[in-house]
């Protein structure tokens, strides 16, 4: 019998091996961990060409029963959730099981009131508070599809993404706090709803108390919950039910709408958190019982926004289905100041912390070691996620947050993947700086060369693929199957393609090396170069433009601009075409997209059948112009001197 938690590194390899030799017979035994309604009639189906994949069939669940329910009896009392507000002055909330659960009820109850049935698509567009955990659980509750979109978004990103999904209702709140900032929601949402034909409801949260006006259809969420009691059965749902649409960026066109169904999503990332983080459920922890919380277990956080696939499945789904207390703050890590994350740690005696490289980069550059002033004894896993972290950013982590004794957990995955798929399991199977190291169990990873074979034998370096399904593969793209496979199914046969490159070394341990499509990872977030370029090309005098990363000290990469103009003599004011630039991608996309260096030019290296060549881009704007390559080869070889005479 296959137990839920891996406790060594013997264990480790043993479900490893057991996963490979009969994976049907692996998650089936994992699966029955969790609260079902109906067992599965078949553990796994699946054809990667077309692709259809199908965990537990027939199997029919409610995830916020695993979530919510099932831990009333024994641990109902035990925090569930603890809400760290933007201003520490402000003070923590504690949510026990019992309390999320009743609120869950009364906000699906809200939700059916306003016509949300199963299946029905819900918008939800807010801040980092406890409602947005509530309003995320709720939808769940009642089988409605969730699709969180990160309050940093513009209006216009915000639009398509309710427009693709034809949302019914979205929830919102009058603004969201930002350090010293406050984030206009609720305005920003009224400029999307000009364009959003299938929303029904606005239901809005006051979190700011700013001055914003209800309009048509637009309701207060505080006057929906008097009329509801918290009493809502969960809606029985299929293993394969939608359970929520989230989007990603792709190298083209517009966002993909990941679609992740209930139960291999949940039994994937309860697993996952269990065993990555060694978060432990035991009724006393390592430093005995403690009195100012109500729960006695391990305190996890995660800092990443529940806009992202990290926050759902690793603030929400993953520790909820395990009954473990998650933390989740609102603010940014430099407010009051860089101590912030520490002072954190130490308030919330938190044991096991997971950010992201970009900001261990940002808080290791400051001129004060903040880590130093607070007490972290209580840390025993730390993790990353998001993008490869440098040897420095780790070093940093592990010596002065770690101070050298806590297992750092570096997490490969993706939206796609719902769930870590490479990583160490902390303290049970070793980490290696800037190395996710090893594939859960389940996970079948290969590496491969550009005609597609198999790279047998270690070391090795080349391109990452999947060919086995796992529990939380997402199953397709809203609305657009196709572009489902020809994303990740038609670059190599019969194997998940998720565009990362990686190496392996003599022991097996995998390093992803980074992104070998046109999307950047900047701070963490990723950016495809195409809706870029396309919202720069709104420039009336702008004829062509294209987008490289390189490499920057906080942000992993940042994003350089080419760009021409239709009139090369159009404009003698560079900067203020900069600003309506930048102000561009803002309204389009949002401010994490714009550009650190836009350069002007008369010509971008194209090859003959017109292709804009990055690649070279890309060498000129990380300062790598000794091996350019064979540029003879270019329709206009001619503006590569001169974008290289004029680089930024
Ligand atoms: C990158 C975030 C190196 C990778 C969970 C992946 C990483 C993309 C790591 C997915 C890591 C994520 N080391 N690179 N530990 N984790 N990435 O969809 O390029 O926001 O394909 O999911 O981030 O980003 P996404």
Not at 109 to 126: E, Q, T, W
Request: net charge negative.
């Amino acid at each position: 019998m296959q137990r839920f938690q891996i406790n060594s590194y013997k264990e480790y390899e043993k479900a490893y091996q057991a996963s490979i030799d009969n994976p049907e017979a692996f998650w089936e035994e994992i699966a029955e961990s969790f609260v079902w309604k109906k067992k599965w009639s078949k553990v796994l189906e699946w054809d990667f060409t077309k692709p259809e994949v199908t965990w537990f069939k027939d199997g029919k669940l409610n995830i916020t029963e695993n979530c919510l329910d099932r831990h009333l009896k024994d641990r109902g009392n035990e925090t569930a959730l603890i809400f760290e507000p933007n201003d520490p002055n402000e003070g923590a909330q504690y949510f026990t099981y019992k309390a999320l659960h009743s609120k869950v009820c009364k906000f699906a109850n809200v939700l059916k009131a306003n016509n949300v049935k199963k299946g029905d698509r819900v918008c939800i567009y807010m801040p980092m508070v406890p409602e947005l955990t509530v309003a995320v659980l709720a939808c769940a509750r009642i089988g409605a599809v969730h699709s969180v979109v990160f309050a940093g978004f513009s209006a216009s990103a915000l639009s398509a993404r309710i427009n693709d999904a034809a949302c019914k209702v979205l929830l919102t709140a009058d603004g969201g706090f930002r350090g010293t900032k406050i984030t206009p929601l609720k305005d920003i949402a009224d400029q999307a709803l000009e364009t959003c034909p299938t929303i029904q409801t606005t239901i809005v949260l006051k979190r700011v108390n700013n001055d914003v006006t209800l309009l048509k259809n637009q309701v207060w969420w505080h006057d929906q919950l008097k009329t509801v009691d918290d009493n809502c059965p969960a809606e029985i749902m299929d293993a394969e039910d939608m359970l929520f649409i989230l989007y990603t960026s792709g190298s083209t066109g517009k966002p993909k709408g990941m679609v992740h169904t209930c139960g291999g999503y949940m039994v994937y990332t309860a697993y996952t958190f269990r065993n990555v983080f060694q978060y432990s459920c035991s009724k006393t922890n390592d430093f005995g019982r403690d009195y100012t919380r109500s729960s006695p277990k391990d305190v996890y956080w995660c800092t990443a926004d529940i806009g992202w696939i990290t926050g759902h499945s690793y603030i929400v789904y993953g520790p909820l289905a395990n009954g473990a207390t998650t933390l989740m703050f609102e603010g940014v890590p430099s407010y009051p100041d860089y101590g912030r994350f520490w002072d954190i740690c130490e308030k919330h005696k938190v044991n096991q912390f997971y950010t992201a490289p970009t900001a261990i980069r940002a808080l290791a550059k400051q001129d004060t070691n903040y880590a130093d002033n607070y007490n972290l004894k209580h840390l025993k896993t730390l993790g990353t996620v998001g993008e490869p972290i440098n040897l420095e950013a780790w070093n940093w982590y592990n010596d002065y947050v770690g101070k050298g004794k806590c297992p750092i957990v570096d997490t490969w995955w993706q939206t796609e993947t719902g769930g870590i798929m490479i990583s160490s399991l902390a303290g049970v199977t070793k980490d290696k700086p800037t190395f996710a190291t090893l594939p859960l169990p389940g996970v079948q990873p290969v590496l491969l060369d550009t005609d597609g074979t198999i790279i047998e034998g270690n070391p090795a370096e080349g391109i990452l693929a999947i060919q086995f399904p796992w529990p939380s593969i997402a199953r397709t793209i809203y609305g657009d199957h196709q572009r489902y496979k020809n994303v990740y199914f038609s670059a190599y046969k019969n194997k998940y393609f998720p565009g990362d490159g990686a190496l392996r070394d003599a022991s097996g341990n995998y390093r992803i090396t980074g992104r070998v499509d046109d999307v950047i990872i900047v701070s963490g977030h990723n950016l495809g170069t195409a809706p870029i370029e396309d919202a720069i090309n709104e420039h009336p005098i702008v004829a062509e433009s294209a987008i490289v990363g390189f490499p920057h000290d906080i942000k992993g990469n940042a994003l350089y601009g080419f760009v021409t103009l239709k009139d090369i003599g159009s404009t003698s004011d560079q900067e203020a075409l900069r600003l309506e630039i930048n102000q561009l991608i803002t309204e389009q996309i949002g401010p994490i997209a714009k550009l650190d260096k836009i350069q002007f030019t008369s010509g971008l290296p194209k090859t003959r059948s017109g292709k804009i060549m990055r690649r070279i881009l890309r060498k000129i704007a990380a300062s790598e112009t000794d091996n350019l390559g064979d540029t003879s080869t270019l329709l206009n070889p001619e503006c590569v001197q001169e974008i290289m005479d004029n680089v930024l």
